[in-house]
């Protein structure tokens, strides 16, 4: 009972901040946050910032505005989860504060002796000095006789060391460590193994510490954003006077026609235009150069922006249709013809939205061209689908016109990352570990046992697995009663 009302005391003095149930309330909090976190990448564009009027045409000033103001494009490095973060930290520090004895306690010290327990389903064993079985010892009625009537025989000093030694001795391979005092006319045992297994849960907790420490300096002090740049252009890396140059940005396609990966080939200039990082990216391969980690992320089209398109125009007078390759801003006459035509606006997924053309997306999913012909029989515009060709406007100054090949301008997609609380985040990885490590290779185990003139007996106070345990007591008895039946000073009476 005193037990018991100490341990509720010890618990009342901890306060509610560090109570079992505050920790679990914060652990759901932590994972909440980092669940609602993660669902909100999968929903919310991290280029928001890059292409915020486009995102207020879609979803409105009132909703851009609050996934802005609770940064809901880059969620783990928002105030609100930073603050999740540090009520983490200062609930953990507070637990491994007061209740760090407990864990280092066990390692540091060995269990006091004390007399043994007289209930208890732990495994119980008795050696006698003698020879005899201890339940041989029970059926003689002289057995035991000096205990019954108060006048226990005296266990002699050199005979309590011999039998020590052997305790000490089989106890030691099995990885126990042994403490004892005298009492009395008996000698007080304790023996404890895989003590080491309460530093390994120390350091676990303490590995988890670090690595909040990592995660709120990484969501305090770190960044993350997307850059666009097409090739040629050059984009500055905020905070450290370099910039990145986009040398060539292509798409590599798998058989079936599908997207198989984006490549980028970078270099980071100083503000001097010198070299000093080049690499060629692509997903999951990052360029990491003084603190930065520029991963490809994604890519677009730009809207009203392309590289060239090829046409085939067939002349409304007849003949043989005519090749025409288009850039931007020019005026391309079509041989033979006596027509020129000219790329107005151009769209790569186009949609009307209020009267007016649009693109909703940065992907070829129905690009459409605004195209100008001019003749003698007078001047013509109209937008035409390469996907959708029968949607496009009917010209009458040409019996046809189609697309038959068309490069877009794109836009390579760089997240730009910088996490100073990583190298703590590896560390305390590492030290977490080590302390699992710890937990599953040691089992703490306890033996309190008593030494006297007839013999010795003790029982295990301490384990997890309750079997295993058993059998090893088992064990520990057969060896114990098999050293002592072999040894000269434990065989005969003194």
Not at 417 to 429: T, Y
Request: aromatic share 10%; with cysteine.
């Amino acid at each position: 009972m005193a037990d018991r009302r100490e341990q509720s005391g010890d618990r009342r003095g901890r306060g509610p901040l560090i109570s079992q149930r505050t920790a679990v309330a914060v652990i759901a909090i932590l994972f909440g946050a980092s669940a609602a976190g993660w669902l909100t990448t999968e929903f919310v564009p991290p280029d928001l910032p890059a292409h915020r009027e486009v995102y207020v045409q879609n979803w409105g000033e009132w909703t851009v505005s609050v996934v802005d103001a609770l940064r809901l494009y880059d969620p783990f490095h928002s105030f609100w989860y930073s603050g999740v973060l540090a009520l983490f930290f200062v609930v953990l520090l507070l637990c491994l504060a007061s209740r760090w004895r407990s864990f280092l306690g066990p390692a540091l010290r060995l269990p006091a002796p004390g007399p043994l327990p007289l209930s208890g389903d732990g495994p119980r064993f008795e050696v006698r000095f003698d020879g005899r079985a201890p339940e041989e010892a029970r059926a003689d009625p002289l057995s035991h006789y000096g205990k019954r009537h108060g006048a226990p025989q005296p266990l002699p000093p050199e005979r309590a060391e011999a039998a020590l030694s052997i305790l000490r001795r089989v106890l030691h391979r099995r990885g126990y460590r042994l403490a004892w005092r005298r009492e009395g006319e008996t000698v007080l045992f304790s023996a404890v193994a895989g003590r080491w297994r309460s530093l390994g849960s120390f350091v676990f907790h303490a590995g988890l510490l670090v690595i909040t420490v990592g995660g709120v300096m990484g969501s305090r002090m770190g960044s993350s954003e997307i850059l666009y740049g097409a090739r040629g252009d050059m984009l500055p890396l905020a905070g450290s006077g370099l910039s990145i140059r986009v040398d060539d940005f292509r798409i590599i396609y798998a058989e079936n026609g599908r997207i198989r990966d984006y490549i980028s080939d970078l270099t980071i200039l100083d503000k001097d235009g010198k070299t000093v990082a080049a690499k060629q990216i692509e997903v999951n391969h990052p360029l990491r150069h003084g603190g930065y980690s520029i991963l490809q992320s994604s890519y677009y089209i730009a809207e009203d922006e392309f590289e060239w398109v090829d046409l085939r125009v067939t002349p409304e007078g007849g003949g043989p249709p005519v090749a025409v390759r288009i850039v931007p801003g020019e005026r391309v006459p079509v041989p033979g013809t006596g027509l020129t035509v000219r790329a107005g606006r151009f769209k790569p997924d186009f949609r009307m939205i209020g009267g007016v053309p649009r693109s909703v997306s940065g992907m070829m999913n129905n690009p459409a061209l605004e195209l100008m012909i001019e003749g003698s029989q007078g001047r013509e515009s109209g937008w035409i689908f390469p996907l959708h060709p029968k949607f496009g406007t009917e010209f009458t100054i040409v019996r046809r016109l189609r697309v038959t090949d068309l490069e877009p301008r794109y836009y390579t997609g760089l997240e730009i990352s910088v996490n100073p609380g990583a190298p703590v985040l590896v560390w305390g990885m590492v030290m977490a570990s080590a302390g699992l490590l710890a937990l599953l290779l040691w089992h703490y185990r306890v033996l309190r046992g008593s030494m006297d003139a007839e013999g010795i007996a003790a029982v295990g106070t301490h384990a997890r697995w309750k079997v295993s345990f058993r059998e090893e007591t088992g064990r520990i008895a057969r060896e114990l009663a098999a050293a002592v039946s072999s040894a000269a000073a434990l065989r005969g009476k003194d």
